[in-house]
T-cell receptor
């Protein structure tokens, strides 16, 4: 399949380990953040979101942490599996009056069996 | 179908040709979005429709890009006089009000290569 990113930062982890993917966002006024997963040849898939009035949100095997002081977002994946291998993007609503999302440049996660 | 469907899956165009990319959103989804994704980068917003109304076209890179959704369902993104820098994956997404303002479901995209 086609690659979604040839020169992305890459995080390589062993199956079963925890993964942490980081993102620096742009606009201190953004009030909504989303993590997407994109597998080769597919569109982005929603993983988890968080609003700016929260600093942590948990889903199934995933946790998103938001640090507004330093404009930092992280995605933690517990017990990483080979199926988690993909490119991960953070996105923010930089202009809260619009429906457009601004995506970061992405991180490739490689899970070694 | 259950997801957002885009066609064609791949399109090769000679420079200067016009192309039309189709998006079939999830049935009943009011909002529809187009994004452009260059190789190795995140998607970039192009335009947004609510039903048949194009409410935001601020991301369209030039007047060669045109999008329509005449009946509030299927949408077409048209690129006139294609140039090499138009080569990218064009992603369509749709959402329903229950998903909130940003709860998109993306299609698999159309990969456009301009030669």
């Amino acid at each position: 399949g086609e690659s979604v990113g040839l020169h992305l930062p890459t995080l390589s982890v062993q199956e079963g380990d925890n993964s942490i993917i980081n993102c620096a966002y742009s606009n201190s006024a953004s009030d909504y953040f989303i993590w997407y997963k994109q597998e080769s040849g597919k569109g982005p898939q929603f993983i988890i979101d968080i609003r700016s009035n929260m600093d942590k949100r948990q889903g199934q095997r995933v946790t998103v942490l938001l640090n507004k002081t330093v404009k930092h977002l992280s995605l933690q994946i517990a017990a990483t599996q080979p199926g988690d291998s993909a490119v991960y993007f953070c996105a923010e609503n930089m202009d809260t009056g619009r429906r457009a999302l601004t995506f970061g440049s992405g991180t490739r996660l490689q899970v070694q069996p | 179908g259950a997801g957002v469907s885009q066609s064609p899956r791949y399109k090769v165009a000679k420079r200067g040709q016009d192309v039309a990319l189709r998006c079939d959103p999830i049935s009943g989804h009011v909002s529809l979005f187009w994004y452009q994704q260059a190789l190795g980068q995140g998607p970039e917003f192009l335009t947004y429709f609510q039903n048949e109304a194009q409410l935001d076209k601020s991301g369209l890179p030039s007047d060669r890009f045109f999008a329509e959704r005449p009946e509030g369902s299927v949408s077409t993104l048209k690129i006139q006089r294609t140039q090499q820098e138009d080569s990218a994956v064009y992603l369509c997404a749709s959402s329903s009000p229950s998903q909130g303002d940003y709860g998109y479901t993306f299609g698999s995209g159309t990969r456009l290569t301009v030669v």
